[in-house]
């Protein structure tokens, strides 16, 4: 019996756990006996340059976070039921789902397909190219169910089969790509741990906003959570960033709206402190006097003045916790970050937050 799973795939490298149940996950794939396993079974698909719609918004963007979707690892062309899978599955092993009617090849591996400590391991499943392709990937989701593994050297293997037209790719299916800010709407709370679509757009939307520094994976892991944590901190919610609640995504698809619409008021790169003068500091003052932290002179010189301003935001969003600390009284990356997101949260609120949200 196959159970779907209310969680989506990453594109073109969609996220597969295998769970072993009648061996050791780690036995190899040249094994002469087939082997039971129970599957966590996603897809991913092969971007075009005409899509109206990408994962990750854009063309490069896929082609970037997923390889180029021509030809497996071993140079075989892409086709319905090519598998990736961890090196721990050689080149040619059969792995057969019967129930859901298919039996695919190894042929491609990933990065982001990797055998975890515990003993999980991943699997994609080739869906199709372009939007019909994303689309089915996105409308399969990931489902467990149980198949057999029979290595290359096994005699007698069943045969291929995957047909596509048994697995639908409605457009409504679109509405899950991490670059589009409804991901984060109407789903259930992505937790640590998980791997998901909605967990692939949040990271996505971390990253667009400065708080997460690594490649999407689509896994709950430290790294996305540290990043959500950081991003509650600097809007004053409290939360070990273990779980991403509703009021957090809610602020996750405001922020994501708010930064799309307008560009970012301070440099990335200018590092600014006490003695410093210019577009850059002028800019700093206004941002702090809109907030209310700051009633000297709009005049771009880096006082003492706007330097305990700098000093009282950083104290409060836990940046640091003395003036002796490192970066005390300074703008940079870090401060830069949660100013921003204090900044467009003012915007928001401006706007009103819950009339943004609910208007997507």
Same mark, same amino acid.
């Given at each position: 019996?196959?159970?779907?799973?209310?969680?989506?795939?990453?594109?073109?490298?969609?996220?597969?756990?295998?769970?072993?149940?009648?061996?050791?996950?780690?036995?190899?794939?040249?094994?002469?006996?087939?082997?039971?396993?129970?599957?966590?079974?996603?897809?991913?698909?092969?971007?075009?340059?005409?899509?109206?719609?990408?994962?990750?918004?854009?063309?490069?963007?896929?082609?970037?976070?997923?390889?180029?979707?021509?030809?497996?690892?071993?140079?075989?062309?892409?086709?319905?039921?090519?598998?990736?899978?961890?090196?721990?599955?050689?080149?040619?092993?059969?792995?057969?789902?019967?129930?859901?009617?298919?039996?695919?090849?190894?042929?491609?591996?990933?990065?982001?397909?990797?055998?975890?400590?515990?003993?999980?391991?991943?699997?994609?499943?080739?869906?199709?190219?372009?939007?019909?392709?994303?689309?089915?990937?996105?409308?399969?989701?990931?489902?467990?169910?149980?198949?057999?593994?029979?290595?290359?050297?096994?005699?007698?293997?069943?045969?291929?089969?995957?047909?596509?037209?048994?697995?639908?790719?409605?457009?409504?299916?679109?509405?899950?790509?991490?670059?589009?800010?409804?991901?984060?709407?109407?789903?259930?709370?992505?937790?640590?741990?998980?791997?998901?679509?909605?967990?692939?757009?949040?990271?996505?939307?971390?990253?667009?906003?400065?708080?997460?520094?690594?490649?999407?994976?689509?896994?709950?892991?430290?790294?996305?959570?540290?990043?959500?944590?950081?991003?509650?901190?600097?809007?004053?919610?409290?939360?070990?960033?273990?779980? #991403?609640?509703?009021?957090? &995504?809610?602020?996750?698809?405001?922020? /994501?709206? !708010?930064? =799309?619409? *307008?560009?970012?008021?301070?440099?990335?790169?200018?590092?600014?402190?006490?003695?410093?003068?210019?577009?850059?500091?002028?800019?700093?003052?206004?941002?702090?006097?809109?907030?209310?932290?700051?009633?000297?002179?709009?005049?771009?010189?880096?006082?003492?003045?706007?330097?305990?301003?700098?000093?009282?935001?950083?104290?409060?969003?836990?940046?640091?916790?003395?003036?002796?600390?490192?970066?005390?009284?300074?703008?940079?990356?870090?401060?830069?970050?949660?100013?921003?997101? #204090?900044?467009?949260?003012? &915007?928001?609120?401006?706007?009103?937050? /819950?009339? !943004?949200? =609910?208007? *997507?």
């Amino acid at each position: 019996m196959t159970k779907k799973i209310k969680i989506y795939p990453t594109t073109i490298l969609v996220t597969s756990l295998l769970l072993s149940i009648a061996s050791p996950v780690r036995a190899s794939a040249h094994d002469a006996c087939s082997r039971e396993q129970e599957f966590l079974v996603t897809a991913y698909y092969s971007p075009l340059p005409d899509q109206t719609h990408y994962y990750l918004g854009s063309y490069e963007a896929d082609i970037a976070f997923n390889g180029r979707g021509i030809e497996g690892k071993d140079g075989t062309p892409v086709y319905p039921g090519m598998i990736a899978a961890p090196p721990e599955y050689p080149f040619g092993t059969r792995i057969a789902l019967p129930d859901i009617g298919a039996t695919g090849t190894v042929h491609d591996r990933g990065g982001r397909i990797v055998t975890q400590e515990d003993g999980v391991h991943r699997i994609d499943v080739w869906m199709g190219r372009g939007e019909e392709g994303l689309a089915r990937a996105l409308e399969w989701g990931a489902r467990k169910v149980k198949g057999n593994v029979f290595g290359p050297d096994h005699e007698g293997p069943p045969a291929e089969s995957f047909a596509l037209e048994k697995f639908p790719a409605p457009k409504s299916a679109l509405a899950h790509i991490p670059s589009n800010p409804i991901a984060l709407l109407n789903i259930e709370d992505p937790k640590y741990g998980e791997t998901s679509a909605s967990i692939a757009a949040i990271q996505y939307s971390l990253k667009k906003l400065g708080y997460f520094d690594h490649e999407i994976t689509s896994f709950f892991g430290d790294v996305t959570r540290d990043a959500l944590k950081l991003f509650a901190r600097d809007l004053g919610i409290a939360g070990t960033g273990e779980v #991403a609640d509703t009021q957090t &995504r809610n602020m996750l698809v405001a922020h /994501s709206i !708010i930064a =799309a619409e *307008l560009s970012s008021p301070l440099p990335e790169d200018d590092i600014l402190f006490h003695g410093t003068s210019g577009k850059s500091v002028r800019i700093l003052q206004r941002i702090f006097s809109l907030l209310g932290n700051y009633h000297g002179e709009i005049d771009g010189e880096y006082t003492q003045e706007i330097l305990s301003a700098v000093y009282q935001f950083q104290v409060a969003h836990g940046i640091v916790s003395s003036i002796s600390d490192t970066g005390a009284g300074m703008v940079g990356p870090q401060t830069r970050r949660a100013l921003l997101t #204090a900044w467009r949260d003012h &915007r928001i609120a401006g706007r009103g937050g /819950s009339e !943004i949200v =609910a208007s *997507l």
